[in-house]
């Protein structure tokens, strides 16, 4: 019996057989032509991807829906990036063959994500890599690898491609298991999907001699075990049909309200990074959304994204959404989220440094585009606006000051608008936390940004995993910065919510509820959990002092 560990992406049980898939990652050489040659032989290759990658996005939309079809869209602009071209065709100049160059351009332009401390933005590396083996094997006339299953299996790999998990018979998977990867790889948003039990970052390889081996997956706890004895088996065997009839019987919370036995209500909103998200928050109960991460439309653009590009996808996600409320946080570029047209300078500690509503204070016309783009959007639903990393009440006044001339110059033109639409922040830096009483008197609504909070209160990197040991998320100093943040928005008269991975911690689902957090904000996969263990808490009973004091 082998036991391995690394991060839950879905929690669960699975129990079946091993199958190890292993890559050919060799660096491709071919017979060798001229230059010019090399040269068409990419644009040829390219052609054949993009239509390929066109293929595989219908292939997805009608096997895993249209939000993981997406990724087929953005893997086809991958291609046809000016930047990954230019670095091929440099290296074709300089004497390489195009299926070589395709791969190392792709493996230099991934290094640059991998450094990124966003977990978002290192998933993406595997997407760049993808693509330029996609490339790669066309210029090479080889055959796209596809994973073949005979019986219902585990798969475990170093990381999975888009195209091999759109590829696969979903019937026949029990689970994922990869040595890299994260919770925003394509392996984990499938396993989110469709509900697989599934291990990410297990750090090691599992060794060939364990492949049709019995291999047990607990997403709960993040433990991977290969061969296991027969009173391990057994355990986790019951410990299955127990979770399995646990996520049967959260089916009826299905459009019931989530309201503790002593009838204090919390709302259970989503957390997204797009529109498409939307339809997953739906599918999962999601009450609304509690923070649609705009940078992204940033980050996935080679300029500044237009007013116009803005409203049609904030839009789009608002009448999904039918009424519901979308809380639009506006962009936090900076830091681990680099956008190259922002030209930011390089910093020696940028967690600490130019992001977000900084930006926009040096450069006003960022906010003022976005916030004209969030506003028209209000006229097409529920809609709110949230700015992170506020330190100060000047801060806030001065976002309140560019909202007014949005709105005042939207009525010029005529266009309609909310003009009651709410303008929150989020409390992510302990400064906001130790003057949440005077943050409360200028904002609409506080949204705690936890893993942002935690970071910061406990002077530890959140993307440096070796001080996991060092940090607590309970530690009550964040916890007694929450409870103060609350206070002072209440006695305000207005609502606050937790948007970070806090949120979604069953084991302080009762501590949020008695301080009055008013809503949660998590991944769609996680609202029927939550909503079962707000049913069962009575916080009127709850001695707060325990966690924080």
Same mark, same amino acid.
């Given at each position: 019996?082998?036991?391995?560990?690394?991060?839950?992406?879905?929690?669960?049980?699975?129990?079946?057989?091993?199958?190890?898939?292993?890559?050919?990652?060799?660096?491709?050489?071919?017979?060798?032509?001229?230059?010019?040659?090399?040269?068409?032989?990419?644009?040829?290759?390219?052609?054949?991807?993009?239509?390929?990658?066109?293929?595989?996005?219908?292939?997805?939309?009608?096997?895993?829906?249209?939000?993981?079809?997406?990724?087929?869209?953005?893997?086809?602009?991958? %291609?046809?990036?000016?930047?990954?071209?230019?670095? &091929?065709?440099?290296?074709?100049?300089?004497?390489?063959?195009?299926?070589?160059?395709?791969?190392?351009?792709?493996?230099?332009?991934?290094?640059?994500?991998?450094?990124?401390?966003?977990?978002?933005?290192?998933?993406?590396?595997?997407? &760049?890599?993808?693509?330029?083996?996609?490339?790669?094997?066309?210029?090479?006339?080889?055959?796209?690898?596809?994973?073949?299953?005979?019986?219902?299996?585990?798969?475990?790999?170093?990381?999975?491609?888009?195209?091999?998990?759109?590829?696969?018979?979903?019937?026949?998977?029990?689970?994922?298991?990869?040595?890299?990867?994260?919770?925003?790889?394509? %392996?984990?948003?499938?396993?989110?999907?469709?509900?697989?039990?599934?291990?990410?970052?297990?750090?090691?390889?599992?060794?060939?001699?364990?492949?049709?081996?019995?291999?047990?997956?607990?997403?709960?706890?993040?433990?991977?075990?290969?061969?296991?004895?027969?009173?391990?088996?057994?355990?986790?065997?019951?410990?299955?049909?127990?979770?399995?009839?646990?996520?049967?019987?959260?089916?009826?919370?299905?459009?019931?309200?989530?309201?503790?036995?002593?009838?204090?209500?919390?709302?259970?909103?989503?957390?997204?990074?797009?529109?498409?998200? &939307?339809?997953?928050?739906?599918?999962?109960?999601?009450?609304?959304?509690?923070?649609?991460?705009?940078?992204?439309?940033?980050?996935?653009?080679?300029?500044?994204?237009?007013?116009?590009?803005?409203?049609?996808?904030?839009?789009?996600?608002?009448?999904?959404?039918?009424?519901?409320?979308?809380?639009?946080? %506006?962009?936090?570029?900076?830091?681990?989220?680099?956008?190259?047209?922002?030209?930011?300078?390089?910093?020696?500690?940028?967690?600490?440094?130019?992001?977000?509503?900084?930006?926009?204070?040096?450069?006003?016309?960022?906010?003022?585009?976005?916030?004209?783009?969030?506003?028209?959007?209000?006229?097409?639903?529920?809609?709110?606006?949230?700015?992170?990393?506020?330190?100060?009440?000047?801060?806030?006044?001065?976002?309140?000051?560019?909202?007014?001339?949005?709105?005042?110059?939207?009525?010029?033109?005529?266009?309609?608008?909310?003009?009651?639409?709410?303008?929150?922040?989020?409390?992510?830096?302990?400064?906001?936390?130790?003057?949440?009483?005077?943050?409360?008197?200028?904002?609409?609504?506080?949204?705690?940004?936890?893993?942002?909070?935690?970071?910061?209160?406990?002077?530890?990197?959140?993307?440096?995993?070796?001080?996991?040991?060092?940090?607590?998320?309970?530690?009550?100093?964040?916890?007694?910065?929450?409870?103060?943040?609350?206070?002072?928005?209440?006695?305000?008269?207005?609502?606050?919510?937790?948007?970070?991975?806090?949120?979604?911690?069953?084991?302080? %689902?009762?501590?949020?509820?008695?301080?009055?957090?008013?809503?949660?904000? &998590?991944?769609?996969?996680?609202?029927?959990?939550?909503?079962?263990?707000?049913?069962?808490?009575?916080?009127?009973?709850?001695?707060?002092?325990?966690?924080?004091?």
């Amino acid at each position: 019996m082998t036991e391995y560990r690394g991060k839950s992406v879905f929690e669960g049980i699975a129990v079946g057989k091993l199958k190890i898939v292993r890559h050919d990652n060799a660096v491709a050489v071919h017979e060798q032509g001229t230059p010019e040659e090399e040269r068409k032989k990419f644009y040829a290759a390219r052609e054949k991807a993009v239509s390929e990658l066109q293929s595989l996005y219908e292939q997805a939309l009608a096997t895993v829906g249209e939000s993981e079809a997406e990724i087929f869209s953005m893997h086809a602009m991958m %291609t046809e990036d000016a930047d990954l071209e230019d670095a &091929v065709l440099a290296k074709i100049d300089a004497g390489e063959g195009a299926a070589q160059a395709a791969e190392e351009a792709g493996f230099e332009l991934s290094q640059t994500f991998i450094r990124m401390d966003d977990e978002y933005m290192r998933a993406r590396a595997v997407d &760049v890599i993808d693509v330029a083996k996609r490339l790669s094997g066309y210029i090479l006339g080889k055959k796209e690898e596809e994973i073949l299953l005979n019986e219902p299996s585990i798969l475990a790999s170093s990381d999975f491609t888009p195209s091999e998990v759109v590829k696969l018979d979903k019937s026949k998977v029990l689970g994922f298991v990869t040595t890299f990867g994260s919770e925003t790889s394509h %392996t984990s948003i499938l396993a989110r999907t469709l509900a697989l039990p599934s291990v990410v970052n297990i750090r090691d390889s599992i060794d060939m001699p364990f492949d049709g081996k019995t291999c047990i997956v607990d997403g709960f706890t993040g433990k991977v075990i290969v061969d296991p004895d027969e009173e391990t088996l057994s355990l986790y065997l019951k410990k299955k049909a127990e979770t399995d009839a646990a996520r049967e019987r959260r089916q009826a919370l299905i459009g019931q309200k989530s309201v503790t036995q002593d009838g204090r209500e919390v709302h259970i909103y989503c957390n997204v990074g797009n529109s498409e998200d &939307v339809k997953a928050a739906l599918q999962n109960d999601g009450e609304g959304v509690g923070l649609l991460r705009s940078e992204f439309l940033y980050l996935e653009s080679e300029d500044y994204p237009s007013e116009e590009k803005q409203y049609q996808e904030y839009s789009r996600a608002a009448k999904l959404l039918e009424g519901k409320l979308l809380v639009i946080r %506006t962009m936090d570029i900076g830091a681990d989220k680099q956008a190259s047209y922002f030209h930011l300078p390089h910093e020696e500690n940028p967690a600490l440094g130019m992001r977000s509503v900084r930006i926009c204070m040096d450069r006003p016309e960022i906010l003022y585009t976005q916030l004209r783009a969030i506003y028209r959007a209000s006229a097409d639903g529920n809609v709110a606006a949230m700015v992170p990393m506020i330190i100060s009440g000047a801060e806030v006044r001065w976002v309140r000051q560019m909202a007014e001339k949005v709105r005042a110059d939207l009525k010029k033109e005529g266009i309609p608008f909310d003009e009651k639409m709410q303008i929150g922040i989020m409390i992510e830096t302990p400064a906001a936390a130790l003057i949440a009483d005077e943050l409360a008197k200028e904002a609409d609504f506080f949204s705690i940004g936890s893993n942002d909070l935690i970071q910061y209160t406990l002077a530890a990197d959140r993307q440096n995993q070796s001080l996991e040991k060092f940090v607590d998320p309970h530690h009550k100093a964040v916890l007694r910065l929450i409870r103060y943040a609350a206070e002072c928005a209440h006695a305000e008269g207005k609502w606050i919510g937790v948007c970070g991975e806090l949120a979604r911690d069953l084991s302080l %689902t009762e501590f949020f509820a008695a301080c009055g957090i008013d809503e949660l904000s &998590v991944s769609p996969p996680y609202v029927l959990p939550l909503r079962e263990k707000l049913l069962s808490v009575n916080v009127s009973k709850t001695d707060l002092d325990k966690y924080t004091k």
